[in-house]
């Protein structure tokens, strides 16, 4: 499994932007995926998830009815739509492939990890 987080930048409050983590290989495309954050000085936290199929999703309640997470499995690639962006939304974004095929709020059951994008909101 190769995880790559795109998508991220720089934006003003109210703000869309759509983030994509795309799977190089064929593997883990069975796997649930996770969106994760991390702030400066904050730990890492659950966004979003998705189960394999797509038939199941979750939300951070900091999220729920801003952020929609979808899954084109033809194009191996998970996406994190972000609308209504808030400055406490800046943070750098992180996908990750959970061991079954549903997705977890815990990030311990994730085994493999994007390298990261950075999302900056400005007030």
């Known amino acids: 499994v190769q995880l790559q987080a795109s998508g991220g930048g720089l934006v003003q409050a109210g703000a869309s932007l759509r983030l994509s983590c795309t799977n190089s290989?064929?593997?883990?495309?069975?796997?649930?995926v996770g969106w994760f954050r991390q702030a400066p000085g904050k730990e890492r936290e659950f966004v979003a998830g998705i189960s394999w199929n797509g038939a199941s999703v979750g939300y951070a309640d900091s999220v729920k009815g801003r952020f929609t997470v979808s899954r084109d499995r033809a194009k191996n690639t998970v996406y994190l739509q972000m609308d209504t962006l808030k400055p406490e939304d800046t943070a750098v974004y992180y996908c990750a492939a959970a061991r079954s095929a549903t997705y977890s709020t815990d990030r311990r059951l994730y085994n493999y990890w994007g390298q990261g994008t950075l999302v900056t909101v400005s007030s």
């Open positions: 290989r064929r593997t883990a495309s069975n796997n649930g």
